[in-house]
């Protein structure tokens, strides 16, 4: 069975601390993305990553890094993370095309306090 | 811009009944679309698609239906279940774009009343 994993389900970091989410995906996938996800705003591209050290900004980059150093890992990074980023974080993985749909993980629900 | 959009938020069905769930596009470039269901605290999973080559395509209780020429699909559940409880995303995509392809509504959350 296919799998995108996210480290973490449940996370809690304090203002101003660096936050790393972590996705992994086993499906020899080239596309990974990360979004969040808020009430009534759906799902918000934050960054995407179409190769090994490739990244591509999406709808909401601002104050979001990714690093992609292997194909079946892509990680996000809050440099500094203030309480606006308190959200749902979905990692997503996809072969090629849209055609082929996007896989999800299960999600990390982050709250800065 | 939204190119796909879900224009209601929330439904709330009786178990048993039809539950319909619209979305409406903007770019005539799109030929594939699918549903994804997504429940509290998960990732969203996919349900069913449907290509533009196709008015309608059916997978048990789920159906989806797609109108061209008006840029709108809707997907059909029939009969609704409580475990259909959820949010529903519709998304689209265009042939020939990039890695980043499809382009998510923002949800309509769907409620079965038992």
């Known amino acids: 069975d296919v799998k995108v994993t996210q480290s973490s389900r449940y996370l809690v970091k304090r203002t101003g601390e660096k936050v790393f989410l972590e996705c992994v995906q086993d499906?020899?996938?080239?596309?990974m993305f990360w979004y969040r996800q808020d009430p009534g705003l759906g799902l918000r591209l934050i960054y995407f990553?179409?190769?090994?050290?490739?990244?591509e900004k999406g709808d909401i980059p601002e104050g979001y890094s990714v690093s992609r150093e292997k194909k079946e890992r892509f990680s996000l990074i809050l440099e500094s993370a203030s309480t606006n980023q308190t959200s749902m974080y979905l990692c997503?993985?996809?072969?090629?095309?849209?055609?082929?749909?996007?896989?999800f993980g299960s999600g990390t629900r982050l709250t800065v306090v | 811009d939204q190119q796909v959009k879900q224009n209601s938020p929330s439904l709330s069905v009786q178990e048993g009944r039809i539950s319909i769930l619209n979305c409406d596009y903007t770019?005539?470039?799109?030929?594939?679309f699918l549903w994804y269901k997504k429940y509290p605290a998960e990732g969203p999973t996919f349900l069913i698609s449907?290509?533009?080559?196709?008015d309608k395509n059916e997978d048990g209780r789920f159906t989806v239906f797609l109108n061209k020429s008006a840029k709108h699909l809707s997907l059909h559940i029939v009969p609704s279940q409580p475990g259909d409880s959820a949010v529903y995303f519709c998304?689209?995509?265009?042939?020939?774009?990039?890695?980043?392809?499809?382009?998510f509504g923002t949800g309509t959350r769907l409620t079965v009343i038992p």
């Open positions: 449907i290509s533009s080559i196709k």
């Open positions: 998304a689209a995509s265009a042939a020939g774009t990039g890695a980043n392809n499809l382009f």
């Open positions: 499906m020899d996938h080239e596309n």
């Open positions: 990553s179409y190769d090994v050290k490739m990244k």
């Open positions: 997503a993985s996809s072969r090629g095309r849209g055609y082929y749909g996007y896989t």
């Open positions: 770019n005539s470039m799109f030929d594939y």
